[in-house]
């Protein structure tokens, strides 16, 4: 449970844990002890109390972001990172409809970039997965980024349907293994 005492946050659900950003004021999370059917409808109000059994984990406050686990005994299951601005901003980008990257792997990008488009963008050449990527891209203009991925990495986009994108390194290049920045 992320419940909000007057704050602005962001929630991003993982298969591991919740990614909880916190922008503004305070956030508790809680691990719940009873799960709540999926046609419940949750109260976000700021004094609206939960609707099940709760664990309290603690609080973050602005500029705090962490991986809450919860299904660990105690505590958020994870560190608590302390965001620079700058990694604030990176991380809060998709909200201006941009995607930052500063030297994650290229499997990382795919990952993120899946989430926005509907094409089934999929690394079929395991030697590119650790491509570290640098740049900056508008989440409409998935095209752009692919071209970049060709014309600066040496990368093959394939397209063996239209909703399906394929990605190797090009037969006579080897793969690039410094990163490259765009805008």
Known sequence: MVRAVGTAFTVRINPEALKVIVTEGKVALAAATKVLPATTELDTTPTAQPQ??????????????????P???????????????????????????????????????????????????????????????????????????????????????NRPSPSTVHLEYKKNKRPVRNSTTYR
């Open 52 to 69: 099940t059994g709760q664990s309290d984990r603690g609080y973050l406050v602005k500029g705090q972001s962490v991986d809450f686990n």
């Open 71 to 157: 299904q660990a005994d105690t505590g958020f299951g994870n560190q608590i990172q302390q965001l620079k601005e700058d990694d604030l901003g990176q991380q809060l980008a998709w909200r201006k409809g941009l995607l930052l990257f500063a030297g994650e792997p290229l499997s990382e990008v795919i990952d993120e970039v899946n989430r926005y488009t509907k094409l089934d963008i999929q690394i079929i050449d395991p030697e590119i997965a650790d491509i570290s990527i640098g740049g900056q891209f508008k989440v409409d203009e998935i095209e752009t980024m692919l071209k970049v991925l060709e014309t600066s990495f040496g990368i093959n986009v």
